[in-house]
Structure formats: structure tokens, C-alpha cells
């Protein structure tokens, strides 16, 4: 094989490793996507006559009240509600921050909710961590990504000694570069370079 050819392969091969890598990423999106679409934070007041579950992005997706809590003055009853809401939001967000976190390293997103909500409720982070831990769902690890099947070419001989004789190398396109460089400037999308 030519310098010319092996360096060409070379090149295409580190094309489809970052290619590879950008389907791996979209993939992981797409399972961080999934697993906030699926949260579910439920919060209940202290004689549980009020729970409620806030969903992905503080949504609240359902209230449940007792009788108990019927029986309440509207504005304890408002009360107990209001604080019971804000208590299955700061939940939803502390999953969420930590779906995040487990699929996008070094943001540091819990830590920042962690310290906000510390702030909010009077408490510390590591109080508000204790309970994350305490309340985190077990979610079966993501199953890796099914690999795509590349038949590896480089130690084949393509040419036999006995086919066609090798056509010359080409000369250098105008552009100063080989037809390799212009070849590849041309798959890359590259001006220029």
C-alpha cells in the first residue's frame, strides 16, 4: 500500500471514531431525556392528609387529599398544600439535577440545586443529600449501546501482484496539497485547510 492510501485510511478511520462518538453522546441524551421524562416526586405533610407528585421540571402531576385535610380552615389547608408542593418540586429538581449529573460529567448540577434549596428551606446540603440518597429510585443500569458492525479492512491486500498494474500517483492538485488533501477536504466539508 502507498503512504498516500495509509495515511487516507488513517484519516478515515479517526472520521468514523468521532462519528461513532457523537452517536454515543446523542444516544446518552436520548437515555437522559427518558429518565427525566420519567420522574416521579412524591411529597406528603406530616399526618399525610396531603400528597403531592411533581414531575420533570416541577410539574405537578397529581394532588391527593384526605378527608382529614377537608376537614382543615381553607388557609391551613392552603398552607399545608403550598408546603407540600414546594417539598415534591425540590425533590423532581434534585432528581432531575442528578439524572443530569450521571450523564453529563463535571457540571456539577447537583450540587448547585443542593446549595440553592439549602439556602430556601433553612437546612444544609448535606442534610438535603442525606434525603436524596434516602428517596433515590433504583433504576437498572442503561443497557450499552449496541455496537455497529465494521468489517476491518486494513490488513487486506486489495491489488494482487497479478491484477492490473498500479496507476501512477497523480500530481499535486494546484491547491498545494495531495489528491488525498483534496479528497478529504472535500468528505470533511473543509475550505481551505
Not at 49 to 74: E, F, N
Not at 146 to 173: G, I, K, N, V, W
Request: hydrophobic content about 35%; charged content about 25%; glycine content about 6%.
Amino acid at each position: 500500500m502507498s503512504a498516500e492510501f495509509e495515511r487516507l485510511v488513517a484519516e478515515f478511520e479517526r472520521f468514523q471514531s468521532k462519528m461513532k462518538k457523537v452517536d454515543d453522546q446523542l444516544a446518552n441524551v436520548g437515555r437522559m431525556q427518558s429518565e427525566i421524562a420519567a420522574i416521579e416526586a412524591s411529597a406528603s405533610n406530616s399526618d399525610r392528609s396531603v400528597t403531592v407528585v411533581a414531575g420533570p421540571g416541577g410539574a405537578i402531576k397529581d394532588i391527593q387529599l384526605t378527608d382529614r385535610a377537608l376537614a382543615q380552615q381553607p388557609q391551613a389547608l392552603a398552607s399545608e398544600l403550598m408546603s407540600t408542593i414546594q417539598q415534591a418540586v425540590a425533590e423532581a429538581a434534585r432528581q432531575q439535577a442528578g439524572i443530569v449529573d450521571e450523564h453529563v460529567a463535571g457540571l456539577g448540577v447537583t450540587d448547585q440545586v443542593l446549595e440553592t434549596q439549602a439556602q430556601l428551606f433553612g437546612t444544609s446540603p448535606e442534610a438535603l443529600r442525606e434525603r436524596m440518597e434516602q428517596q433515590r429510585p433504583t433504576r437498572q443500569p442503561s443497557p450499552p449501546p449496541e455496537e455497529e458492525y465494521h468489517e476491518d479492512y486494513s490488513q487486506q491486500d486489495f491489488l494482487d501482484a497479478d491484477s492490473a498494474p498500479q496507476a501512477p500517483t497523480p500530481p499535486p492538485s494546484s491547491s498545494g496539497g495531495s489528491a488525498g488533501d483534496e479528497f478529504l477536504r472535500n468528505l470533511f466539508g473543509e475550505e481551505g485547510h
